[in-house]
C-alpha cells in the first residue's frame, strides 16, 4: 500500500529565516539569528532534560526511548 507524502520544494536555514525575519520586524538579521540558534539550544536541552516540547503551530517533538 502507498501513501503520498508532500515533498519539500526547497530547503532553508538559518540565515536564511533570519534575513526574511529582520525584513518583516525591527530585529537585525544577526539578532534574530541569534533567538533562533538560542532557540535551536533551548528545544535541545529540554528534549534531552526528557521535556515533551510543544511549539503550537508545528507540533510536539519528544526523544523516543529505543528497545
Not at 530547503?11 to 538560542?38: H, N, P, Q, W, Y
Not at 534531552?48 to 523516543?64: D, E, N, P
Amino acid at each position: 500500500m502507498f501513501y503520498p507524502a508532500p515533498l519539500p520544494a526547497a530547503v532553508t536555514d538559518f540565515e536564511l529565516l533570519a534575513a526574511e525575519i529582520s525584513a518583516k520586524c525591527t530585529l537585525t538579521r544577526a539578532d534574530a539569528m541569534g533567538v533562533l540558534k538560542e532557540l535551536e539550544r533551548q528545544i535541545l536541552h529540554a528534549l534531552l532534560s526528557g521535556y515533551t516540547v510543544r511549539l503550537v503551530h508545528w507540533g510536539r517533538f519528544a526523544l523516543q526511548r529505543s528497545q
